[in-house]
């Protein structure tokens, strides 16, 4: 009893690791490191060869592409799941993935404006 309590207890303490999220695949060992924002176990070569298996590149869309920087937004193309697209983006030898929900309210990434 105490040994499966011990398991049980580590299993709950080690980081979050997912997928999916909001129904958009996420890299196996992505670690989750805000709200819907993943940290990519890959490089930046690494993290865009699992994209390219899962998602077809030919929607993907360039966010900015500076030295030091660079940053993609993959849509999701089925429409299913609870995601409007992908976000993944490099800065400081880290890539991280933000995975854009879809707003309840108005069936898009963005928040609707409130009504006066």
Known sequence: MKRSSLVLALLVSL????NSDLGASLPEYARQVGEHRFKSPSDW???MKFYKKVYSP???RN??????VKAIHIPNPSGKGEWLGLNIYEANDEV???VVPID???GKGRPSKPQK
């Open 96 to 98: 991280r993935i933000y």
């Open 104 to 106: 309840p309210t108005s």
């Open 58 to 60: 030919s929607t993907w």
């Open 15 to 18: 980081p979050s690791l997912a």
């Open 45 to 47: 070569e690494g993290t």
């Open 63 to 68: 966010i900015i592409n500076q030295p030091g």
